[in-house]
């Protein structure tokens, strides 16, 4: 539970705010590379962290984040023509680079120190694991990109998608942590064996063979425990968050998170040889916003059939329209259906991807954290609120967050494992990935 | 004409609004009963009186009207599993019954106190009369039902349904107690012969048997006096309105309706052994409302005829969609035909509950009483906002309204009747009735 | 520039507002005459200056603009009945002429002084140049109405049409005054030569035999100098703009516009012979207005060609639908062709009003012009807002503008004209039409 200013605190991303200005010290998606196809095309709207802003790719490829207000008569640069190597506004021709630097400025005489004197803002972008970056803080020159895993591995070995949510990021953030709801949101009823025929598939194509004879005793343990003891470490860029439930015997099986300051979380699923799975939650404005999702695997290419099944909504991607929009969502009830919501599935909701967000939506634009009845099982969440929370204050007080100078440590693996229940969460990390927190980079 | 305070006073029914207050001392249909079918069928999105609820049947048949927000994360409860005896929200599992409590919270161990001093707010839920009734006040026990003719009679003998309106209900208060407006916004051009077949038949239709032989004349008093003489009586659950008019020689065609507190209105139409009809009217917040509206005759079931007659928008009903909202509504202009409304129809708008809606939209989302001119025709419609005014200070100022204790007054029936101009409102409801207030109840 | 104070002055036109009081001591158009196309039509809702007024035609063709709401119980009188000589309220039958008088109060009686009390607020309202206008302002004795060139001559010699726009009206005047974006915005891009085979047929059918030989050289000229040189006089009804261009040898190509207090602009292109435009921009509310545009030829009836293309939305006109609103605009970004923009068109939209309409509704629903950067080739612009700023300060003081005494002022034509560059603007302003400020009327 939240005090309501606490919950204002948190949430609340636009110009100004200080949540707003901790996430702006960080780098943050703004688009996928895939919608600046290629050199000159048109340009993007698009809306970040309450701000209206354009994207568009020059005749060297390099992508330009901008005001799209052009600074002559304020006419809107979405119009322009994407000529050599900057965007002319349609209006009177003024004319800008990726860099915001004015080009041409054909109603003023080619003398006029005006031209140098006028300045398209511009924020720093680059483009890294598919998706174009920005930075939108105020240091002159950025930090470097954080070294997220899914980033380092080459393009055939990963695929990212994009979807939009509506409701404030944050409750996002707290779904990705919050591995307790696996035995009831995502959940199939009856036996094991239970579910529809698609659902089966479903779990079958989930389960790859790990390093551990385990595969589908996941299910049975996830449902018949709904109470995961909750072990949380700090480390330098964020959390590493466990929830271990009974196995057979005196195993306990884990599934551990990461909350990676300040907005990405990576998925507990993934035993040793599967795909792992991680997410990047970006405002649009308070209460929506977009999820940037990417599945890979260290060790191989990804097969088409895997891309497809993203592409088809399996794992935690949603199936989305051209717009980037899920097909189910908020405003068709996610095409409940309620008869399979009785016999079948948890929900009545097709898609994990889509069961995460009816929940989350539902709290509300915003969720009122005033009236929450926390429990042990909450601990994951409670944890990353009061990090962040700290990060905030931090920001108001003048102090820089120490994520920004580990770039290095976001370089880390989340995943499953089945210890004996003498061990600790960072003994279960070690057997799991060689290190307590996941590190998977080469340098740090 | 009405004060901006006062208007703003009788108007708003919002959590914590005098008159809001008021209205929650009563009960409120709050859904018809067929909204909820079976038991355990899906639950149900309702807003009322400002506030988001929902609306459940359980295992044994038992409705619950609850706070649609789970108090573990604040999950909307709409998407939860309506399970035996219980809602059971999907995103962690806790389950509650139609009285709030919690039956189960499985993320919490067996003996955490934790489920017995969690609650849902859950209001008070009654069937009568085919709709779902809610207690949304303030008193440990809720009041008696209030005793309404067509819930006394078997269900063979009436119809209930709803519909949607695009303005404050308080509108068509006024609009069910102003019997002058049948002179115009009801009526057919030229005589009594006029209008199109199925006007005619309409009229037809409405034209039972009564015990005097009066029937089409009725439209030819309405039309030839629009201005009628008001009469008002006080009785302990509202008022008795009635409008008379020239009959024929020295007799007077009176038209007799019903304001029962704080929110039914009963129609002035029905001659012996017609049927009569009534509304209650319930604020979805302030500029929305619905309208339950039912048909009943004491005498004898209603016929498979009347019953279509009143889905395809006859009488008082209107012709609605699958959300009950009316086929002819403010956002298509009520489908009006300027053509009809040249020859035939005074509106050109089908439907006297078409023309009854369109006309109380037009004054806005809530009318602005502070511009009226009222005269002699408005009587019965400054009556009601008088008591119902009183009613809200009493309110303000602690009193209970006295209505909340003579639930068994509200067994009225309205109608009309012809009779010799000497005679006072009393004696014409006594002569129609038997007793001046029309009460027809078996005790009291 | 403007500061925001002043931004917010000259924009904001509701009931009360400087700009508003302003624009309501002149006539203004309020919807086109055939919009209320025979005796007791039905009538038709308008919303004007931020008013939502209500137009009829009544039995002898005489046109009331009218406050909607009934002074009875204020339903809305746009259901109401066009009747002999004047429109009833299908409430309870009030009934009202064109000037406002109560004609029938049926629920009163006959001798009752209430109807000769009771008025319905009503506009003067006049018909002029296929337009009707109405007198909004305080005055008892309303002004002579503007005689604009365009409703001086005969119905055959002119095509008057409406469009919606989606922005501040100020916004669409400052666009026809800037005769500098014609160089950008409108521009074909390549040679002459270049340009699809329809934007080839419009210039060829914008070019007419002109007295001088310029024809298709004119568009070299644009093309080749963004930047002309702006001359500004005042008169009585407003300002002259004159833009000058290079054009061959020592000539400047000159396009001279007017601005005709408050919202009235000419079009600077026609040489003698062709056809003019012109404009009058009505605020709806203060982001979106109403632009009514005429094409005349003071020599000859338009031929019914030319009128086709109005419709098609050549020249100035849009293309538009049954409600007026342009079928490219910026709820589907005015379909928007970026493989044209890239070969044919400065903007890949097809009409030059939906060119000038996209770029003036991209500086936002109010512009902000607190961020702009003016160069001279602003001039006009600049002129135009301080000339109507300081009528609004003249407003403000109590002080009554003089253009309001000078209605055969507003009998003016713009055009284009070659003239040596050692010419200036009134003498151009002669050479082409005689006397200095375009003035074609019978007196003044």
Redesign the interface.
Known sequence: MLSAEDNELITRSGPGTPAGRLLRQFWVPVLLSEELPEP???PKRIKVLGEDLLAFRDSSGRVGVVDP?C??????L??G?NEHAGLR?????WKFDVDGRCLDM????AD?P?RDR?RLKAYPAREWGECVWAYMGPAAEPPPLPKLAFALVPPSHRYVSKKWQDCNWLQCVEGALDT??F???HMLLGTEEAGTAEAVMERIKHAALGAQAVRNDRFKWVRDD??PAFSVDEFPAGLVVGGARKADGDDLYWRIAHYLVPNHALAPSAFPGENYHGQTFVPVNDTSCWIYTYTWNPDRPLTEEEREAARQGHTIHAQVDEHYVPYRNLRNDYL?D?ED??HNS??G?QGVSE?DA??QD???PI???T????????LGIVRMRRLLLGLIRDEMAGRTPQALSHPDEYAVLSGGWVAHKSKALGEVMTERFGNPHGYVGQER
Chains 1, 2, 3 share one sequence.
Request: charged share 20%; aromatic share 10%; glycine share 8%.
């Open positions: 000159d095309c048109p207000v600074p002559h008569r304020g006419a809107n979405y119009y023509r506004c349609v209006f009177h021709g054909p109603t003023m005489p006029s005006y006028i307790t709801h035995s009831f949101l709904p109470m409940i309620r919501q009785k948890f929900t909701i069961q009816a929940i539902s709290q509300g969720a009122d954290r009236r929450e009845h926390l429990g042990p099982t909450d």
